[in-house]
């Protein structure tokens, strides 16, 4: 069980070039995240979903792209990179309590990537 | 709109010695959770404790233990006798519910805490 998983752990970009990063978790989560990590200001959310082939926007989702064709996987796409974007990127997961007036379980973090835009 | 103060940017102590993260929080909702991640040297994200906006005991678990007061919408982490391995960045969030049940977590800016020997 490797739980939340993340790849790359490290890249570097030009300004304008673009990328996916992959979020991987093998604990059958129904809800997905990605944050990003910029000094001084702890982690800020970007796009979310609540289940396989949907999404929605966070507080930051300007620039950045997501998709959750699997449940098991969630993709942040950077399409045109920007400086702005150097940080680190950290996905999270969690479960669905059961009820019929549940909230979801604990948030559960990957290791995260570090980006750095040139 | 949520919002998560940690008033302490650093806390640097000495081995063996008590330490106390503040933690204030603001939300208008009237059920919500409350979270501590510790973020070691290493980069990943920890998580220590979930708690309920119902629950109010305070909870211990080994050296750590947390204070959580409605009252004055405070979670304050306690670590008891503080060793070297307790260093790192200490989050406390907050839950913001959204639509379909989605949860997302607002983050304080975070507590850098120094343990020395």
């Known amino acids: 069980n490797a739980g939340v998983t993340q790849t790359p752990k490290f890249r570097v970009l030009k300004t304008g070039q673009s990328m996916t990063l992959l979020c991987a978790q093998d604990?059958?989560?129904?809800?997905m995240y990605w944050y990003r990590q910029d000094p001084g200001m702890g982690l800020r959310l970007i796009h979310y979903?609540?289940?396989?082939?949907?999404?929605a926007k966070g507080e930051v989702p300007d620039g950045y792209n997501v998709s959750r064709l699997k449940k098991q996987n969630f993709l942040l796409g950077l399409e045109s990179a920007a400086p702005s974007q150097t940080s680190v990127y950290f996905c999270a997961s969690s479960a669905k309590t059961p009820g019929s007036s549940s909230f979801p379980d604990t948030q559960y973090f990957g290791p995260g990537t570090r980006l750095t835009v040139l | 709109a949520q919002k998560v103060t940690q008033a302490q940017t650093e806390i640097s102590v000495v081995e063996k010695e008590d330490v106390t993260l503040d933690c204030v929080y603001e939300t208008r909702d009237t059920t919500y959770y409350l979270f501590w991640y510790k973020q070691p040297p290493s980069g990943e994200l920890v998580f220590l404790i979930r708690?309920?906006?119902?629950?109010?005991q305070n909870e211990i678990s080994g050296r750590y233990s947390w204070n959580f007061q409605k009252s004055t919408s405070s979670f304050n982490f306690t670590i008891t006798a503080s060793q070297v391995v307790d260093s790192a960045v200490y989050f406390c969030?907050?839950?913001?519910f959204g639509p379909g049940g989605s949860e997302k977590l607002v983050f304080g800016k975070g507590t850098k805490l120094t343990v020395n020997p």
């Open positions: 969030a907050l839950s913001e």
């Open positions: 979903s609540v289940g396989e082939g949907t999404t």
């Open positions: 604990m059958n989560h129904e809800y």
């Open positions: 708690r309920n906006s119902f629950d109010e």
